[in-house]
């Protein structure tokens, strides 16, 4: 999901754990993008330092050191890389080393590919975002999901809630590998609103997408994004790899301990007692999240997005445009007012300083990842990691140091 430079919001989406179920934090990510034009039409300039680049090397090393973070983090300002970074393990048993080219679980963040593949269909007359999703999945009961659009489930505000909180998701997680699985978990589960009155996060409305996007193009999810996003970009080393079969530098994800029922997440101090996710996450991702990436691919899915290769700049303004107001979390009464924070079709937007940010992150246990991408001034700027948890001081910091007022 996506979510600003020092804020959290805790959208309590339920993912797996040892027993039920466990709280899912999402961030909403701030993705930054490669063009130079500013705000209002303004040519904008902006150039981070060697002092900078060197204080935010320090704050990487210093948190792995302290084993705070696991991860790659890269900084790129067009198609120049201005620096990145691997540190921790990709599998502790076998003290194999995260490189830059480590793959990572995304978590959320491939809401954005989605969002993608349905703007291709729209930009091909296919479907158009006002439709009704029952037009292309008839076989969905009526009187539950008669009334939502493709635009609805794209900003949250279907009603439509998480496969998450159903029973039997625990019972093929480990065998699930297609959409129509997850569809068929929410089949007869309630709204939670009228479609249309409200934001509530919801990963069943993505797989919905998903399912609306196997129908129109006669292929499976997989295949499709495959073949108009991943090889259009460039990105050979992205997918929803299935976690039962053999892959090549695929990072093992290691989870704090769960916080109990109704209770929210520990401050990470102190020794942290870390166990491998192989057990709490799914088989394979679909397409609400569960995906691989590098840094690397990353980067070059940020330039075909904004460069225009995968869909017209014009549909990028559509998808990446905040639309939806997001719930802020409670602050104390001294703080500073936090700038409000939007969600678009699968893409968070935030103006810090007049600066634009744009992005999704997503989490899960031994998952954290977040790209922000600034249209403004070219930045792109991309943290991935196996830790839950630990992405956000180094976001955090970058993020001031891109939007500092000079």
Do not use: W
Request: charged share 20%; net charge neutral; proline share 5%.
């Amino acid at each position: 999901m996506f979510v600003a430079s020092k804020i959290r919001i805790l959208l309590q989406m339920n993912h797996l754990t040892e027993s039920r179920y466990m709280r899912t934090y999402i961030t909403i990510g701030i993705v930054s993008i490669a063009l130079f034009t500013g705000i209002n039409g303004k040519e904008r300039s902006h150039q981070i330092s060697a002092k900078q680049i060197a204080s935010i090397n320090e704050l990487v090393e210093d948190l792995a050191a302290k084993d705070r973070f696991s991860g790659t983090v890269l900084i790129a300002q067009g198609d120049k890389i201005l620096y990145q970074k691997a540190v921790g393990f990709s599998d502790q048993d076998q003290q194999r080393k995260n490189t830059i080219d480590t793959k990572f679980n995304l978590g959320s963040m491939n809401k954005m590919f989605t969002s993608i593949a349905i703007a291709q269909l729209v930009e091909k007359n296919k479907l158009k975002y006002s439709d009704k999703v029952m037009a292309y999945l008839p076989n969905l009961p009526e009187k539950i999901f008669g009334k939502i659009t493709i635009e609805q489930l794209l900003t949250h505000t279907s009603g439509t809630g998480d496969f998450f909180d159903n029973p039997k998701f625990m019972e093929i997680k480990d065998t699930a590998k297609t959409i129509a699985t997850y569809v068929n978990l929410g089949l007869n589960e309630p709204l939670s609103f009228e479609p249309g009155t409200k934001f509530q996060y919801s990963n069943y409305g993505y797989v919905l997408l998903g399912a609306v996007i196997e129908s129109i193009s006669k292929m499976t999810y997989f295949q499709y994004v495959e073949e108009f996003i991943f090889s259009v970009a460039n990105m050979k080393h992205t997918a929803s790899y299935e976690r039962d079969q053999v892959n090549e530098n695929l990072a093992i994800g290691y989870a704090a301990p769960p916080p109990m029922p109704n209770q929210g997440p520990k401050p990470m101090s102190g020794n942290i007692t870390r166990e491998p996710n192989t057990k709490l996450i799914e088989v394979k991702g679909n397409s609400a999240g569960g995906g691989y990436s590098t840094a690397i691919d990353l980067h070059q899915y940020a330039l075909a997005l904004l460069s225009g290769k995968l869909v017209s700049k014009q549909s990028v303004d559509t998808i990446t445009k905040g639309r939806v107001n997001l719930p802020m979390p409670p602050m104390p009464a001294n703080a500073k007012p936090l700038p409000p924070i939007k969600y678009g079709f699968g893409f968070g937007e935030l103006y810090k300083n007049e600066v634009r940010i744009i992005g999704h992150n997503g989490g899960a246990p031994g998952v954290d990842a977040q790209m922000d991408i600034y249209p403004d001034l070219g930045y792109t700027v991309i943290v991935l990691a196996n830790y839950d948890r630990c992405v956000m001081p180094i976001m955090n910091f970058i993020e001031e140091v891109i939007t500092a007022k000079e």
